[in-house]
C-alpha cells in the first residue's frame, strides 16, 4: 500500500471517528448546544483539527443527515412485493419497515426528523423513503384496494401516523407501554384499514417488516343471517 492510499484511508478514519462522536454529541446536547470546540475535547483533537475535514456543525449535521437518510432509503428499499402480493400488505410491510429503522436506529432517528438547527444549511433531503410509500399507495388505489385520492394527501397521512408511534417509542422509552409490536401493528392497521374500499384482515406485522402473512388476496363479504319469521 502506497503512502498515498495510507493517507486517504487514515483520513477516511478519522472523518468517520469525527461523524460518530457528533453523531451522538448531537443526540446527548442537541443541535444548539453542540459546537465544535466540545467535540473536539470530546476526541482528543484540536478544534483546528475538526476544520480541516469539516468548516462548520452545519455541514456536520448535512453529513449525518444524509446518511440518515441513507440508511432509511435502504430500509425501504428491501421491501420488494412477493408474487401476486396483496398491495396493501405491501403498504404495511414498507410502513413496517420504516418504525422498525427508528427503532433500531434511534439516533439516526432523532438525526433526521427529531433534531433541530441548521435546516437553512442542509441540502434537500432524499425524498426516495417518502416516494416509495407513495408508490406503494398508488398501486392500492390503481388496484382498487383505495378509493380514488390524491396519493400526496394519504401517504402524508400515513407518514403521519408512523413518525407519530415512532418518535414517541424513540423519546418515551420510560413510558409503560404496551408490547411494542401490539402498539406498532395497532396504529398502522388503524391507519391503513380506514382507507380501503374493502377492509379485510391483512396482516403484516413484526421485526422489519419483511414478513408476510395475509388472510385473503380478496375481500370477504359479510352475509347476514336471514331474519326469522
Given at each position: 500500500?502506497n503512502?498515498?492510499r ?18 451522538k454529541?448531537l443526540?446527548?446536547q ?28 452545519d ?17 425501504s ?5 412477493e ?16 418504525v ?6 434511534p ?6 426528523f ?45 407518514w ?6 415512532t418518535?414517541?417509542?424513540?423519546q ?6 404496551v408490547a ?19 377492509p ?9 417488516g419483511?414478513?408476510?402473512?395475509s ?15
Open positions: 500500500m503512502i498515498q495510507i493517507r486517504e484511508n487514515n483520513k477516511a478514519e478519522i472523518r468517520s471517528l469525527i461523524l460518530g462522536s457528533a453523531r454529541g443526540v446527548r442537541g443541535y444548539e448546544n453542540f459546537s465544535l470546540r466540545n467535540l473536539a475535547q470530546q476526541i482528543g483533537y484540536s478544534p483546528a483539527a475538526i476544520y480541516r475535514y469539516f468548516k462548520s456543525k455541514e456536520i449535521f448535512a453529513c449525518l443527515t444524509r446518511e440518515s437518510f441513507d440508511l432509511l432509503i435502504k430500509a428499499s428491501s421491501i420488494v412485493p408474487p401476486d402480493e396483496d398491495p396493501v400488505s405491501v403498504l404495511k410491510r414498507g410502513m413496517h419497515a420504516y422498525a429503522f427508528g427503532l433500531e436506529n439516533d439516526h432517528y432523532r438525526i433526521a427529531l433534531l433541530g438547527g441548521g435546516e437553512a444549511n442542509v441540502p434537500q433531503r432524499p425524498r426516495a423513503a417518502y416516494d416509495a410509500l407513495r408508490a406503494r399507495i398508488q398501486r392500492c388505489i390503481d388496484g382498487g384496494r383505495i378509493g380514488r385520492a390524491d396519493a400526496d394527501l394519504l401517504a402524508q397521512s400515513l403521519a401516523a408512523a413518525h407519530g408511534v418518535s414517541l417509542l424513540v418515551r422509552p420510560s413510558f409503560p407501554w411494542r409490536s401490539k402498539l406498532v401493528d395497532r396504529v398502522i392497521d388503524s391507519a391503513v384499514d380506514a382507507l380501503l374500499v374493502h379485510q384482515a391483512v396482516y403484516t406485522g413484526g421485526g422489519n419483511n414478513r408476510i402473512i388472510k385473503s388476496s380478496t375481500a370477504r363479504k359479510l352475509t347476514r343471517a336471514p331474519a326469522r319469521a
